[in-house]
């Protein structure tokens, strides 16, 4: 019961967001506040209260011990919702759902405090779409109903796309109308196959379900499954979004209000992982085995065009944005090596790259509220003028370039480790990626930050609302960074999960020419990953 | 024919009725509000009855009618459409400067040629519905006859209605001189038959085909729809979208079902064409204009291509399809015109793009309204619209029309645009931007009790959209007791 509240809770606090402000914008703020920090407790208590089930599973070796089929869920709900379909409304609960949720949440409440001064504008419906856009994520992220999931999918894109269209900057409606486009078709083309697969499973058996744990296994043919899979892969690169299907996320993250860009950067680009881990790879696993050269080229392409775009720019939104393009590409390498090292790597990646980049997007908007531009030209020498914010904006920019002590260089690391035991060369390539990564965050900092302030720009430092956002970020990341066990043991068992779904495909055989590697690498696999690769 | 007959067609009985009580009371005393009381305790009636002719056992009433339960599905889909548009027009009818009560007439008239057509099991009922729904239709288009595109809507209307009755007659002709039959068994019999080559069959349905292409406005029988649209009273347009177009579907489903059954034939190749070309050409067309009509002229075009898609789709899914998508397209097109109406005035139609600019700050209400109509329209989740379109792609899937269902896919997308384009308008504040001075009075219907009237049915059909989004069983299951009567294959 405990997950329809987590939808509920910030479903219902829309409208209420939306008619309290319309007596007073401070009401609406303090609803939304409400709506997002209510449920972000819930997860905590819940996180809490299964610590010791998660580290049961953690400790416990061999078959059986934890796994992803149905009765292993921490929690879970299902009641009929469109029986003459074969579509109930399934949700539930594993470590990794739990994991997102604290992300969504919390995030989410990220969002609300930073439009605090910035949104002065139908303050109400501003919160009414920020929650909805809650709702829909944690929706997304608890459904288990492939029919259920692409409701949400597609659900939370209108709030979305309203942040974007009425909040946004410069060229807002272009923006919105792409980043709706895109989401669209490629989302169409994963209902497709969602159904295809609902037919060949129901031809098959008689059951016509959309109960994601019915249709796995589902067998078909291999060209058949590769289409599909393709299906799948075409909703979630987009959204990831993969190499060359990113170039909605400039234009969005750029020309959206801050809170957009946080929830874009931090919650809903990682939709793209979490679909693939929980659905696309243990539904088609020997079509993803077969994709994975290409999966591993297009990862490493956004890898080091993302970097490179990034040093390219002047506008420091758009720099922040081609970030995430590279650092996604790490996420798309992990996910496609498939193996425990890389799959903890790629969770933790998605929680400090929300993080980081959720800061500096943050950092980005607090700045154009005070000096009214993002050019980079038109600043420098800023940390003259506010050494908080110029201490704060380094320190995120070295979590992004993956400095060791932080979240992000654990999770990095933790991939690239992952992908070397599968492709050498897209680990190497992949690490280039972390040179060029240097590059463009000290570029920004040099040009933004350091040198003399020229422009007689005169602003406030951080307010203590956003002294306490960064303190809590910068605290997660540091812990991330030395102590990323608790998150490693909560995603353990899906992680342990995932891999027993796809044992009987060729994605768990070892590459045959690196078979002997690969083999010494499955042993220390559970052993490092267990030392939390702390470094 | 018994007694026990005429209870089953009941329903017709009190439409007939119903028009000819309305027109015998404004002979008398010209009222609006009685016209329109009359009208709606009519269709209520009508609805009553629908229940009376369910609980009958022999529900086919001469060769010419059946009322089974899919024809009770849809008739009560047209007297709730019907009754809409009848609330919505009183407020609209209010500011055209014309006698008002002759349109109630009209209206039920057109109803009851709709329902005759979805009862129809035989060439001549079928012709006579049809005639009946045009012939009502005609004066309905102009009935704003000071307005000139009114004028000329009316007539193009006209002309593609006689053009559409000498195609069907030709056919039918045809059909019988091969077969002897102009019963509904019969030509779907021919129909299924079509493989084996018969020219004169197969030139026959296909002058069917055109005739019912003509009234859907699938591609290339579309060009009469932008221009009627566009010239026809707001209420009318909603009216032509949505019964006159849903009496027609659920028409070809009865009479032309086996064509999905052989997916290599002329015709199913033929008709696959046509719910491509029409779901191309109307997204893309619509993309470039500018009139609102227009947009939704266009994008009807397209709803029909996917109508089409549901319709080649072989077995009761596809059924269901049909009758889902065509509940919620009923209800969505009925919200968007109704919104176009309330913004009219005595003059024109609100169907210039620069009337909706800043609408979410004038009337929130109305704007909210009008967005949910687009993003059902759109198929968005929440809303019947998504639905809608998922069974369409379930029952496009189930029956392998890949390339089909791949254009839908593309096709929608580039819709979104258009949608998007207006939702756009009505809420995104311009730097420039002041109220423009042809929106403002517009804005005047607001106070009237007419424009209230239809804010609220607005409003209820709004939720209705909603409410069956988010959960549409009720309806699927009624929906596959009305099309599990048809002889499916």
Same mark, same amino acid.
């Given at each position: 019961?405990?997950?329809?509240?987590?939808?509920?809770?910030?479903?219902?606090?829309?409208?209420?967001?939306?008619?309290?402000?319309?007596?007073?914008?401070?009401?609406?703020?303090?609803?939304?506040?409400?709506?997002?920090?209510?449920?972000?407790?819930?997860?905590?208590?819940?996180?809490?209260?299964?610590?010791?089930?998660?580290?049961?599973?953690?400790?416990?070796?061999?078959?059986?011990?934890?796994?992803?089929?149905?009765?292993?869920?921490?929690?879970?709900?299902?009641?009929?919702?469109?029986?003459?379909?074969?579509?109930?409304?399934?949700?539930?609960?594993?470590?990794?759902?739990?994991?997102?949720?604290?992300?969504?949440?919390?995030?989410?409440?990220?969002?609300?405090?930073?439009?605090?001064?910035?949104?002065?504008?139908?303050?109400?419906?501003?919160?009414?779409?920020?929650?909805?856009?809650?709702?829909?994520?944690?929706?997304?992220?608890?459904?288990?109903?492939?029919?259920?999931?692409?409701?949400?999918?597609?659900?939370?894109?209108?709030?979305?796309?309203?942040?974007?269209?009425?909040?946004?900057?410069?060229?807002?409606?272009?923006?919105?109308?792409?980043?709706?486009?895109?989401?669209?078709?490629?989302?169409?083309?994963?209902?497709?196959?969602?159904?295809?697969?609902?037919?060949?499973?129901?031809?098959?058996?008689?059951?016509?379900?959309?109960?994601?744990?019915?249709?796995?296994?589902?067998?078909?043919?291999?060209?058949?499954?590769?289409?599909?899979?393709?299906?799948?892969?075409?909703?979630?690169?987009?959204?990831?979004?993969?190499?060359?299907?990113?170039?909605?996320?400039?234009?969005?993250?750029?020309?959206?209000?801050?809170?957009?860009?946080?929830?874009?950067?931090?919650?809903?680009?990682?939709?793209?992982?979490?679909?693939?881990?929980?659905?696309?790879?243990?539904?088609?696993?020997?079509?993803?085995?077969?994709?994975?050269?290409?999966?591993?080229?297009?990862?490493?392409?956004?890898?080091?065009?993302?970097?490179?775009?990034?040093?390219?720019?002047?506008?420091?939104?758009?720099?922040?944005?081609?970030?995430?393009?590279?650092?996604?590409?790490?996420?798309?390498?992990?996910?496609?090596?498939?193996?425990?090292?890389?799959?903890?790597?790629?969770?933790?990646?998605?929680?400090?790259?929300?993080?980081?980049?959720?800061?500096?997007?943050?950092?980005?908007?607090?700045?154009?509220?005070?000096?009214?531009?993002?050019?980079?030209?038109?600043?420098?020498?800023?940390?003259?003028?506010?050494?908080?914010?110029?201490?704060?904006?380094?320190?995120?920019?070295?979590?992004?370039?993956?400095?060791?002590?932080?979240?992000?260089?654990?999770?990095?690391?933790?991939?690239?480790?992952?992908?070397?035991?599968?492709?050498? #060369?897209?680990?190497?390539?992949?690490?280039?990626?972390?040179?060029?990564?240097?590059?463009?965050?000290? #570029?920004?900092?040099?040009?933004?930050?350091?040198?003399?302030?020229?422009?007689?720009?005169?602003?406030?430092?951080?307010?203590?609302?956003?002294?306490?956002?960064?303190?809590?970020?910068?605290?997660?990341?540091?812990?991330?960074?030395?102590?990323?066990?608790?998150?490693?043991?909560?995603?353990?068992?899906?992680?342990?999960?995932?891999?027993?779904?796809?044992?009987?495909?060729?994605?768990?055989?070892?590459?045959?020419?690196?078979?002997?590697?690969?083999?010494?690498?499955?042993?220390?696999?559970?052993?490092?990953?267990?030392?939390?690769?702390?470094? | 024919?018994?007694?026990?007959?005429?209870?089953?067609?009941?329903?017709?009985?009190?439409?007939?009725?119903?028009?000819?009580?309305?027109?015998?009371?404004?002979?008398?005393?010209?009222?609006?509000?009685?016209?329109?009381?009359?009208?709606?305790?009519?269709?209520?009636?009508?609805?009553?009855?629908?229940?009376?002719?369910?609980?009958?056992?022999?529900?086919?009433?001469?060769?010419?009618?059946?009322?089974?339960?899919?024809?009770?599905?849809?008739?009560?889909?047209?007297?709730?459409?019907?009754?809409?548009?009848?609330?919505?027009?009183?407020?609209?009818? =209010?500011?055209?400067?014309?006698?008002?009560?002759?349109?109630?007439?009209?209206?039920?008239?057109?109803?009851?040629?709709?329902?005759?057509?979805?009862?129809?099991?035989?060439?001549?009922?079928?012709?006579?519905?049809?005639?009946?729904?045009?012939?009502?239709?005609?004066?309905?288009?102009?009935?704003?006859?000071?307005?000139?595109?009114?004028?000329?809507?009316?007539?193009?209307?006209?002309?593609?209605?006689?053009?559409?009755?000498?195609?069907?007659?030709?056919?039918?002709?045809?059909?019988?001189?091969?077969?002897?039959?102009?019963?509904?068994?019969?030509?779907?019999?021919?129909?299924?038959?079509?493989?084996?080559?018969?020219?004169?069959?197969?030139?026959?349905?296909?002058?069917?085909?055109?005739?019912? =292409?003509?009234?859907?406005?699938?591609?290339?029988?579309?060009?009469?729809?932008?221009?009627?649209?566009?010239?026809?009273?707001?209420?009318?347009?909603?009216?032509?979208?949505?019964?006159?177009?849903?009496?027609?579907?659920?028409?070809?489903?009865?009479?032309?079902?086996?064509?999905?059954?052989?997916?290599?034939?002329?015709?199913?190749?033929?008709?696959?064409?046509?719910?491509?070309?029409?779901?191309?050409?109307?997204?893309?067309?619509?993309?470039?204009?500018?009139?609102?009509?227009?947009?939704?002229?266009?994008?009807?075009?397209?709803?029909?291509?996917?109508?089409?898609?549901?319709?080649?789709?072989?077995?009761?899914?596809?059924?269901?399809?049909?009758?889902?998508?065509?509940?919620?397209?009923?209800?969505?097109?009925?919200?968007?015109? =109704?919104?176009?109406?309330?913004?009219?005035?005595?003059?024109?139609?609100?169907?210039?793009?620069?009337?909706?600019?800043?609408?979410?700050?004038?009337?929130?209400?109305?704007?909210?309204?009008?967005?949910?109509?687009?993003?059902?329209?759109?198929?968005?989740?929440?809303?019947?619209?998504?639905?809608?379109?998922?069974?369409?792609?379930?029952?496009?899937?189930?029956?392998?029309?890949?390339?089909?269902?791949?254009?839908?896919?593309?096709?929608?997308?580039?819709?979104?645009?258009?949608?998007?384009?207006?939702?756009?308008?009505?809420?995104?504040?311009?730097?420039?931007?002041?109220?423009?001075?042809?929106?403002?009075?517009?804005?005047?219907?607001?106070?009237?009790?007419?424009?209230?009237?239809?804010?609220?049915?607005?409003?209820?059909?709004?939720?209705?959209?909603?409410?069956?989004?988010?959960?549409?069983?009720?309806?699927?299951?009624?929906?596959?007791?009305?099309?599990?009567?048809?002889?499916?294959?």
């Amino acid at each position: 019961m405990i997950l329809l509240w987590y939808i509920l809770i910030p479903a219902v606090a829309a409208p209420v967001a939306w008619l309290a402000g319309r007596r007073s914008p401070a009401a609406a703020r303090w609803v939304a506040v409400a709506g997002t920090a209510a449920p972000l407790a819930l997860v905590v208590a819940q996180w809490i209260a299964e610590a010791g089930t998660l580290a049961e599973a953690f400790t416990a070796k061999g078959p059986g011990a934890s796994g992803l089929l149905a009765g292993s869920w921490i929690a879970d709900l299902k009641a009929p919702w469109i029986e003459s379909l074969g579509i109930s409304f399934f949700v539930a609960a594993d470590g990794l759902t739990l994991i997102m949720l604290l992300l969504t949440f919390a995030l989410g409440l990220l969002a609300v405090l930073c439009s605090w001064r910035g949104i002065a504008e139908r303050v109400g419906v501003f919160h009414l779409m920020v929650l909805w856009t809650v709702a829909g994520l944690a929706g997304v992220f608890l459904a288990l109903d492939l029919f259920l999931f692409y409701f949400f999918f597609e659900m939370m894109l209108i709030p979305m796309y309203f942040l974007i269209a009425v909040w946004g900057h410069e060229r807002r409606v272009y923006s919105a109308i792409k980043f709706f486009i895109f989401t669209q078709v490629s989302g169409l083309l994963m209902l497709v196959a969602i159904v295809a697969l609902v037919f060949i499973h129901g031809r098959a058996t008689g059951m016509y379900t959309f109960d994601f744990t019915q249709l796995l296994g589902t067998q078909m043919a291999a060209g058949t499954a590769f289409i599909l899979m393709l299906g799948f892969f075409a909703a979630f690169a987009v959204k990831l979004p993969a190499w060359p299907l990113h170039t909605w996320l400039p234009d969005a993250h750029t020309d959206a209000p801050t809170a957009g860009s946080v929830l874009l950067a931090g919650v809903l680009i990682k939709i793209g992982a979490y679909g693939m881990l929980r659905f696309m790879v243990p539904l088609f696993p020997d079509a993803v085995a077969d994709f994975r050269t290409w999966a591993l080229v297009l990862g490493v392409i956004g890898i080091i065009y993302g970097a490179v775009l990034a040093y390219a720019q002047t506008d420091m939104k758009r720099l922040v944005a081609y970030t995430s393009v590279s650092h996604m590409g790490f996420v798309l390498i992990g996910v496609f090596a498939w193996n425990e090292l890389a799959l903890q790597g790629v969770i933790l990646q998605l929680v400090c790259h929300a993080l980081s980049t959720g800061a500096l997007f943050i950092m980005v908007g607090g700045l154009q509220d005070r000096i009214h531009t993002r050019d980079m030209g038109k600043m420098g020498g800023l940390w003259q003028v506010a050494p908080r914010m110029g201490g704060t904006a380094m320190f995120f920019a070295m979590a992004s370039l993956g400095l060791p002590g932080l979240g992000n260089f654990v999770a990095e690391f933790l991939i690239l480790v992952g992908v070397w035991q599968v492709s050498k #060369w897209a680990a190497v390539l992949g690490a280039v990626g972390l040179v060029f990564a240097t590059v463009y965050a000290l #570029w920004m900092m040099q040009r933004a930050f350091q040198g003399e302030e020229t422009h007689g720009l005169k602003f406030a430092d951080l307010t203590r609302i956003e002294v306490g956002m960064f303190a809590s970020m910068i605290a997660a990341l540091v812990l991330l960074g030395f102590w990323p066990q608790p998150l490693i043991t909560t995603a353990r068992q899906t992680v342990t999960g995932l891999q027993q779904m796809t044992a009987q495909s060729s994605l768990a055989q070892p590459p045959a020419t690196e078979a002997g590697g690969a083999a010494g690498g499955a042993g220390e696999t559970a052993e490092a990953a267990g030392d939390g690769g702390a470094p | 024919m018994t007694a026990g007959d005429l209870l089953t067609i009941s329903p017709l009985i009190a439409l007939t009725l119903a028009a000819v009580v309305v027109m015998l009371a404004a002979a008398f005393r010209r009222s609006h509000a009685l016209a329109l009381g009359i009208t709606l305790g009519g269709l209520a009636a009508t609805f009553g009855t629908l229940f009376v002719a369910a609980g009958r056992t022999e529900r086919d009433v001469t060769p010419l009618v059946s009322m089974d339960a899919y024809t009770l599905f849809f008739i009560g889909l047209l007297t709730a459409a019907a009754a809409v548009v009848a609330l919505l027009s009183w407020g609209y009818l =209010g500011r055209l400067r014309m006698r008002p009560e002759e349109y109630y007439v009209l209206l039920l008239t057109a109803t009851l040629g709709g329902a005759t057509l979805v009862a129809s099991t035989h060439f001549a009922s079928f012709f006579l519905g049809l005639e009946i729904l045009s012939v009502s239709l005609y004066a309905l288009i102009v009935y704003a006859a000071y307005r000139e595109d009114a004028v000329e809507a009316a007539v193009k209307y006209l002309v593609l209605a006689g053009a559409t009755s000498a195609f069907l007659i030709f056919g039918m002709a045809l059909a019988y001189a091969q077969a002897g039959t102009m019963t509904a068994a019969g030509v779907a019999k021919l129909v299924a038959g079509l493989g084996s080559g018969d020219v004169v069959v197969t030139i026959g349905i296909v002058m069917l085909l055109v005739g019912v =292409g003509f009234k859907l406005a699938v591609v290339p029988f579309h060009m009469w729809t932008p221009d009627v649209y566009e010239g026809a009273p707001a209420p009318v347009t909603a009216y032509i979208a949505t019964v006159s177009k849903g009496a027609v579907f659920a028409l070809l489903l009865r009479f032309m079902l086996p064509v999905s059954t052989d997916q290599g034939s002329t015709v199913f190749l033929a008709l696959t064409a046509v719910a491509i070309a029409s779901m191309v050409a109307g997204n893309l067309l619509a993309l470039r204009q500018d009139n609102v009509k227009r947009i939704l002229a266009y994008s009807s075009i397209a709803h029909l291509g996917y109508l089409l898609v549901a319709f080649l789709a072989t077995g009761e899914r596809a059924g269901v399809a049909v009758g889902f998508y065509l509940i919620a397209y009923f209800a969505t097109t009925l919200v968007a015109f =109704g919104v176009v109406g309330v913004l009219s005035t005595a003059d024109r139609d609100a169907d210039q793009l620069i009337d909706y600019r800043g609408l979410g700050a004038r009337r929130p209400v109305l704007a909210a309204v009008f967005t949910v109509a687009l993003l059902s329209l759109a198929g968005m989740p929440l809303t019947m619209g998504f639905i809608g379109k998922f069974v369409i792609v379930t029952a496009g899937t189930g029956a392998a029309l890949w390339a089909m269902v791949i254009v839908l896919v593309v096709t929608s997308t580039i819709g979104l645009y258009y949608y998007t384009r207006l939702i756009v308008t009505m809420y995104v504040r311009r730097s420039e931007e002041t109220v423009p001075a042809g929106a403002a009075p517009a804005t005047r219907a607001a106070g009237t009790a007419g424009g209230m009237l239809a804010v609220s049915v607005l409003g209820a059909l709004t939720v209705f959209l909603l409410l069956f989004g988010v959960y549409p069983q009720p309806l699927l299951r009624l929906v596959e007791h009305a099309v599990s009567v048809l002889p499916w294959p």
